[in-house]
């Protein structure tokens, strides 16, 4: 994202955030433990922290944590409605890593996926699906046109295996500490920033028109697709 159309876009939902525009921007981290926090804090898990780093950028957003540790992406299938009732307007998916854990077939993991990515395009919600190291879900982000995030460990890791420092030091399966998380939504925010722009903008819907940088956005995102990363 470009440094002025960013800084645009903020303060313009600064300024349109009263009145009509004044709900703030709901997002769902949806997930295993990795997005529940397992062995941190609340306060240090990743949908914190991106929730702080996105409204020190100056967004009005709550970022709700739907992780359940142990989960498979069939489990989270099973509790897909309750974690999504209610009005959504970006999603964040990153499931799979207990799928592989388990032995679930891939076609299974690949199946539920592309239930919950699909369902939530029904609803227009704006989804980010994550993939790792060992696992590409991109075809099913580009056959529903959702935003691509390759590898949630990027920046954690080498080759898909966890660096020491940003790992729980007593747990055997290598969860990150608050420093790893800190690290992936380095990485992430922007990727989530974009989305929250869009979700803006649409709710200005004809008001866009006086807003320019709405435009820009639309056109950035028309070139360089749908995969965003920093």
Known sequence: ??????????AGIALFAHGAHAEPIRIV?????NTAGFGVSEHNNYPSQLERDLKARGYDVVVLNEGVSGNTSGMALDRFDNAFEGKVDVAII???RNDMRFGV????????LTTMVRKLRERNVEV???GFHSRDFSDIAAAHDVTYYPDFFE???IEGV???KYVLFWDIIRHLNTDGYKEVVTRLSPVVETQVQRVFCQRLGDAMMFYPPCKE??????????IRRR
């Not at 994202?1 to 903020?10: C, D, K, N, Q």
């Not at 956005?217 to 749908?226: A, K, M, N």
């Open 1 to 10: 994202m470009r440094p002025f159309l960013a800084s645009f876009l903020a």
């Open 155 to 157: 920046g954690v890791a």
């Open 217 to 226: 956005l639309e056109r950035i995102v028309q070139v360089t697709g749908s």
């Open 105 to 112: 077939p891939m076609e299974r993991t690949r199946r539920n």
């Open 29 to 33: 981290a949806f997930g295993d433990s």
């Open 128 to 130: 980010i699906l994550a």
């Open 162 to 164: 966890k660096q020491q």
């Open 94 to 96: 990153f499931l799979g």
